[in-house]
T-cell receptor, first 110, second 119 residues
Framework: QSVLTQPPSVSAAPGQRVTISCSGS????????VSWYQQLPGTAPKLLIY???KRPSGIPDRFSGSKSGTSATLGITGLQTGDEAEYYC???????????FGTGTKVTVL | EVQLVQSGPEVKKPGESLSISCQAS????????INWVRQMPGKGLEWMGR??????????SPSFQGHVTISSDTSISTAYLHWSTLKASDTAIYYC????FGSGSLDSWGQGTLVTVSS
């Protein structure tokens, strides 16, 4: 049972925008940086966003991250069929002394 | 180019022991923590623990403490995940991932090792 809650699924048409929420508490999101990961079917996760809103080199600016209080959000604009994947948020939890992942959100391009 | 290359798939019986490996290249192995992450069939990501290769300091998730051992060998830039007694419930894909320097994020991932435990 993850301490970070994400919606199970979101969907939109190609070219549209989707947002994925990640809800936590003061011991995790509220006090630590959030990162986001994309897992394409059958592959390893890949870092999309680190330190709340920074993109590693090679990640297009269609992907964005933000954090407010105990929640974080991943945004994807100009949705493409290649964006169909599972997306996870992650952060440190001071109460658990563990890194924690969100429950995961499946993005479907209609 | 940073690469984490994991050992191949394993099929084991309950009660057996197992070590899987994660060999790093393309950066200074002792500069970044290596994490291990479990993904059970059809499920999400679970953080198991991490090791600082510079001093072999290990931190475990309470959920995995006592059931697995994480270690590293700096001479061959390799981290290990070890079970002394496997259970059927250990069947999963295991990923190693490098912690980004100065950040809590996991910026490079191995390809994953599928471990199947079945009698």
């Amino acid at each position: 049972q993850s301490v970070l809650t994400q919606p199970p699924s979101v969907s939109a048409a190609p070219g549209q925008r989707v947002t994925i929420s990640c809800s936590g508490s003061s011991s995790n999101i509220g006090g630590h940086y959030v990162s986001w990961y994309q897992q394409l079917p059958g592959t390893a996760p890949k870092l999309l966003i680190y330190d709340n809103d920074k993109r590693p080199s090679g990640i297009p600016d269609r992907f964005s991250g933000s954090k407010s209080g105990t929640s974080a959000t991943l945004g994807i604009t100009g949705l493409q069929t290649g964006d169909e994947a599972e997306y996870y948020c992650g952060t440190w939890d001071s109460s658990l002394d563990s890194f924690v992942f969100g429950t995961g959100t499946k993005v479907t391009v209609l | 180019e940073v690469q984490l290359v994991q050992s191949g798939p394993e099929v084991k019986k309950p009660g057996e022991s197992l070590s899987i490996s994660c060999q790093a290249s393309g950066y200074g192995f002792t500069s970044n923590w290596i994490n291990w992450v479990r993904q059970m069939p059809g499920k999400g990501l679970e953080w198991m623990g991490r090791i600082d290769p510079s001093d072999s300091h290990v931190e475990y998730s309470p959920s995995f403490q006592g059931h697995v051992t994480i270690s590293s060998d700096t001479s061959i830039s390799t981290a290990y995940l070890h079970w002394s007694t496997l259970k059927a419930s250990d069947t999963a894909i295991y990923y190693c991932a490098r912690r980004r320097f100065g950040s809590g994020s996991l910026d490079s991932w191995g390809q994953g090792t599928l471990v199947t435990v079945s009698s």
